[in-house]
């Protein structure tokens, strides 16, 4: 039986602000910082410790792991970071409020942008500064990987690649993971790991900054699943 750690980033400021946020590189809130430290010291009442780490490459998932690694005394694992573990891309939509968006567009619509696998949300332009071509963290991805905007399959499309190519192997040989991701790209993990229908993946929420605990069988199957309280 294998054992692996996953973790929504504790709450961010646009979280907090009830933004879409997507690829915008925003920080932990106070409340995030100390969602993190919580879940640090649960992992360690329990007895975990991990000698590998894989995170995106948004400050908000990357500062949740290091909390957490601060707490458990183990900063010098190895850490990987990829984009293919970035939260979904919300196009246009990001830095809005999301009430205010469903006062424009209508509750419906932002409900499918937000849980639907296929919808949507409005692109950026590729002259748009916000687009991911003009930021120095995706200089070492191909510009035609990097996403306009995305919707939930494309999201689970990337992230779910970047399981069974990198992250399998190393469960394979015994390394002892943590995985702190985002809503969206733990979302897709998930619903790949338990083979969920589409009404499971839209109604599937997960806290942020509470580490799940997946045991999984020797084919990485899952046994059970649960929250580390």
């Not at 993190?36 to 000698?51: H, P, S, V």
């Not at 849980?115 to 963290?137: A, C, G, M, Q, V």
């Not at 306009?148 to 469960?171: A, H, P």
Request: overall charge negative; aromatic content about 10%; charged content about 30%.
């Amino acid at each position: 039986m294998f054992k692996i750690i996953l973790i929504r980033h504790g709450q961010s400021t646009w979280n907090k602000e009830n933004k879409f946020t997507g690829w915008t590189d925003v920080p932990l809130s106070e409340e995030g910082v100390k969602e993190a430290n919580l879940a640090g010291k649960k992992l360690k009442e329990k007895g975990f410790t991990f000698d590998l780490a894989y995170t995106s490459y948004l400050k908000r998932a990357s500062d949740t792991l290091n909390i957490i690694l601060k707490e458990l005394n183990e900063q010098n694992i190895e850490i990987k970071t990829s984009w293919k573990l970035n939260e979904r891309h919300y196009g246009a939509l990001q830095g809005l409020n999301k009430k205010e968006t469903s006062n424009i567009y209508g509750e419906n619509q932002v409900h499918l942008w937000r849980r639907s696998l296929d919808e949507l949300p409005p692109l950026l332009e590729s002259t748009d500064t916000r687009h991911p071509i003009y930021d120095d963290k995706y200089s070492n991805v191909d510009k035609f990987l990097l996403p306009s905007g995305e919707n939930l399959r494309d999201t689970m499309k990337r992230t779910v690649e970047y399981w069974n190519e990198e992250i399998v192997s190393s469960i394979k040989v015994g390394k002892k993971i943590i995985i702190s991701a985002h809503g969206n790209s733990l979302r897709s993990l998930i619903s790949y790991l338990d083979n969920l229908d589409e009404e499971e993946i839209m109604n599937l929420e997960l806290d942020t900054g509470k580490p799940i605990c997946y045991e999984l069988d020797e084919n990485l199957k899952p046994i059970k699943h649960y929250y580390v309280n």
